[in-house]
């Protein structure tokens, strides 16, 4: 996680993104990141929400707070 928060921001990314790694012998290695990843049931996103205890209609309701309070600056 702490990896791709650090992706994330060093893109400049704004609301959410998913970012994929593979695991080497020597550590996590960066492939992508992803800034709008599926938002299906079957998607991974909703799943990580939900491991996470976020609800999903919260998760999109705060995004779009996020996206209105960008767009008004």
């Known amino acids: 996680m702490e990896q791709a ?5 060093g893109l400049s ?3 959410y993104s998913r970012s994929d790694f593979i695991i080497s012998e020597s550590g996590p290695v960066y492939l ?3 800034t709008l990843p599926g938002l299906t049931r079957a998607s991974l996103l909703p799943k990580a929400l939900k491991a996470q205890g976020i609800d999903f209609v919260d998760f ?3 995004q779009i707070e996020i996206a ?3 767009t008004y600056r």
Do not use: D, P, S, Y
């Open 5 to 9: 928060l650090r992706a994330h921001r």
């Open 13 to 15: 990314c704004r609301g």
């Open 32 to 34: 992508e990141t992803n």
């Open 60 to 62: 999109l309701h705060q």
């Open 68 to 70: 209105i309070a960008h």
